[in-house]
């Protein structure tokens, strides 16, 4: 799978997802505290974008951040050292072969993995095992789907799109958004709520304007112009008039939107069959 | 422009309309209060859905809700008095030819109008001209561009489309929502912020999926199921695949995403023109 990430895994492509947490980190994580003393899973942390964030808002936490990429834990591993955080122990492991015993953490964290999973209800059923009885789940997912923008534009649209199909030929789903829902349900989490999580940017929000739009959303789009071209989803001059569009709408009249989806659920142990 | 107005006027597309509005006060109205003693402007009150809900949330305040059409203002008055509700003066007027004096409210508030006119900026700056310096100008407006759910359907989104299409073909934009931060500006507006009112629905909310989902959206595109054949938009047989998938977002599994942008703005004493 690692072959196949879609995003690349570049210096640049480091610094877009550092940039998106730190734009993104009260919207996403503003309501994701852990009690002292409780052990959580941070399931694919890929390069620690989101872990030295979550650490340090559950100081009396422990962390076992994992992911199935040296590169990527490497990095995560500097994030953590620079950011001084102590509750944190990285550890390469795969979401569907987690060295761990069942019901081993108190709580699942899974942010921006579903995503790229062929199988995300799988991976759910994986980590669900090595979860505590009424210890909680959370997921957090974007959703490609969730884009529109003024001014409206069908180049943009189709660069957008050139994204969701690379993914989806790489086995992911650039729309899982908005299947956090059933796929915690199909889990067979209870009690879970879902809750958008929307950026909505125009001209009065310039640090939205420029670490959203500009620097994840529009950087995220771009990167992908050479497969997109290689694969024959786009020309370079179609692709070129998208990103244009898309950064139109950085202008003083323009608005962008685009939504994340948190989910959280709890594991009853009644219902706990060993799956 | 009373022929045009896209979604008729039958009783049912009343109890639409009053359905709708119940379901989403709250979201929607929240946040708006207006001081005693204060005179509003309601323009464009149609059948009076919001027209209750508003009065009621500022007792002190003056309401006086316009409409161009003499049957919605008919129902309007009903609604307001079957309410009990005294702050509010009904009159028949044209937003584009209003006949107030300048700067003769204090506060103006817009709710699912702009949707319907073929020039909103020329709307605004008429609004504008009767509107005191230092008051506010609220703007609520829908954006079906906005819609999405799980399980995806190319059906849903053509069934979709064929409202936003009818109603451009009567003038209308029903992808005006994220253009509310634009238009204010454009109509000389200061301070002008906008928020999105996300409407998710999944079955963990089934007052959501009956009310907005099942009773405010999907009975609205389904209301325009023979205007859209009629216009060629679309084949019954199509058309009826798109509802169907609709309704299929309301099961266990379903999830349905709507989003209202809502804008405030002030207009600024030194910046009034006599436009």
Redesign the interface.
Known sequence: MRSKYVHGHRQRERQRLQDQAGALVELLHGDTRYPNGSRVLEAGCGVGAQTVTLARRSPGAAFVSIDVSAASLATARQAVKLAGVENVEIQQADILDLPYAEASFDHIFVCFVLEHLPHPHQALARLRRVLRPGGTLTVIEG?H??T???P?SAAAYSAIDCQVKLQAQAGGNA?VG??V??LM??AGLDD?????R?V?V???RPDLVESFTENTFIAMISGVRRAAIAAGLTTAREFSAGIRDLRRTTW????F?Y?FFKGVGVLQGSRRNGQ
Chains 1, 2 share one sequence.
Not at 192 to 196: E, I
């Open positions: 959703d789907g969730s529109y923008f003024h409206n729309l908005r299947q829902y059933p349900i199909g879970v709520r879902v809750s958008p929307m909505y125009d001209a009065s003083a009249d323009g608005v939107c939504t």
